[in-house]
């Protein structure tokens, strides 16, 4: 069957009934964890909350005051995931969350129009889609698209939505002959019913189970983003449509009043900009690297140089790097030295190196990278790696001092 949100997909309220209502679980998707929810499979007379399916997820909203978390198709039927139960021949409304549902038409028309002027313009085939959360992608079976047929390719897709062109939504029985001579990667296994062709007018007639737009002005403005490398050569068209275009000009927008201010020029002036601003930095990092390994050679006399040294050195620096530690550590194993040195924030993490004879350091490098919470490495005569945390340095040196005087 057609599901209400097929026939008219602008409705945002709809009065059914409950079929059935079960006890269900639900894998959920929360902050990026998976967590498995307990609540009702409801099942209603008809819907008008589209359930996921044709690359277009589904719909959010609700069935009298109780949230639906997920609708999915089970051949004939849509299912809605609820945490509530509801009674079996109850008359409920069902209201759809508007914002989502209109965002998802204007993407999913927008991949119709996209898809079919890519082939129609270059031969371009789509092989798959995703509606995505802030942008949407086309897989196009082609190894790459030019920059000059992606400008054609944009200017095309908003001629047809200038111009108003309609889009209308047909059923035809599964025989029928009109169905071959539409564009469609194939019926899913479990289809039942009429099939749905949304047709637009005199670019493309496309089977598909998901919510569209009416006419193309709808849409308002589709924007290519660019093409990404894809599998298989293949690649992936990434683009904007209606109201994402407006979200996404309104934050680039912000920014760039950011980077004025930032930044003290103009909006045109802001590569040259961070261009000298990297090559000043990279510039100061290199000089700063400089004067960190003369400060090394220059720590490594000192306590070569001091009458009251023992057979242990350890030190801790803020700023330095792997290079930094290894040019004290080269300086004083050796000495037969145990050396201890970190660089990083004090309680935070950083970098640790523990250098020395070959066996003291195999022996003692584990109880260190434990008491760092770190991960590394040793072989000869060296142990070093990433501290996730430095807080415990004190009492690490405090160990390995006690450890070199027990040797003594």
């Known amino acids: 069957m057609a599901f209400q949100c097929q026939r008219d997909c602008y409705m945002k309220e709809f009065v059914t009934s409950v079929v059935s209502c079960c006890p269900a679980e639900l894998k959920h998707d929360v902050n990026g964890k998976k967590e498995t929810l307990k609540g009702f499979n409801i099942k209603l007379q008809d819907t008008i909350l589209f359930p996921e399916g044709g690359g277009q997820p589904d719909d959010h909203g609700l069935i009298g005051d109780v949230p ?6 089970q051949g004939a039927d849509a299912v809605h995931f609820v945490g509530s139960p509801l009674e079996e021949g109850q008359e409920v409304q069902v209201k759809v969350d508007w914002e989502r549902r209109f965002d998802h038409m204007q993407q999913h028309s ?7 002027l890519a082939e ?17 992608t086309i897989e196009l079976d082609t190894p790459s698209v030019k920059p000059a047929q992606l400008q054609a390719l944009e200017e095309a897709v908003n001629e047809k939505i200038r111009v108003h062109t309609p889009v209308t939504v047909q059923l035809l029985s599964i025989d029928d002959p009109a169905v071959e001579k539409v564009r469609s990667r194939g019926l899913p ?3 039942a019913g009429p099939i749905r062709i949304i047709d637009i007018e005199g670019v493309d007639a496309n089977m598909c189970c998901g919510t569209h737009v009416s006419n193309l002005s709808h849409l308002q403005v589709i924007k290519l983003l660019g093409t990404e490398k894809g599998k298989k050569n293949k690649t ?3 683009f904007l449509t209606g109201n994402r275009v407006l979200k996404y000009a309104e934050k680039s927008y912000s920014t760039e009043r950011s980077l004025v201010s930032l930044l003290k020029t103009g909006p045109d002036e802001h590569v040259e900009a961070v261009d000298k601003l990297q ?3 990279k510039l100061l990092l290199k000089t700063n690297l400089s004067l ?3 400060m090394a050679v220059v720590i490594t006399q000192n306590f070569k140089n001091d009458p009251r040294r023992g057979n242990f050195f350890s030190l801790h620096k803020k700023e330095g790097d792997n290079e930094f530690m290894n040019i004290i550590a080269n300086e004083l194993t050796t000495e037969g030295t145990l050396v201890f040195l970190t660089v990083g924030e004090e309680k935070g993490p950083g970098l640790f190196l523990l250098a020395g004879p070959s066996e003291r350091v195999a022996e003692m490098g584990p109880r260190v990278l434990e008491m760092l919470q ?8 060296r142990f070093q790696g990433k501290a996730n945390s430095l807080a415990r340095r004190g009492e690490v040196e405090a160990f390995l001092e006690q450890q070199c005087k027990q040797e003594e």
Do not use: C, P
């Not at 927008?110 to 079919?116: K, L, R």
């Open 68 to 73: 639906v978390v997920r609708v999915t198709r």
């Open 110 to 116: 927008g991949q119709h129009v996209i898809t079919a």
């Open 120 to 136: 129609n313009m270059f031969g371009y085939k789509t092989t798959s889609w995703e509606l995505g959360r802030q942008r949407s």
């Open 189 to 191: 296994d479990d289809h």
């Open 236 to 238: 992936n068209l990434i």
């Open 279 to 281: 090559k000043s930095v």
């Open 292 to 294: 960190l390994r003369d």
């Open 374 to 381: 770190g991960k590394g490495a040793g072989k000869n005569g």
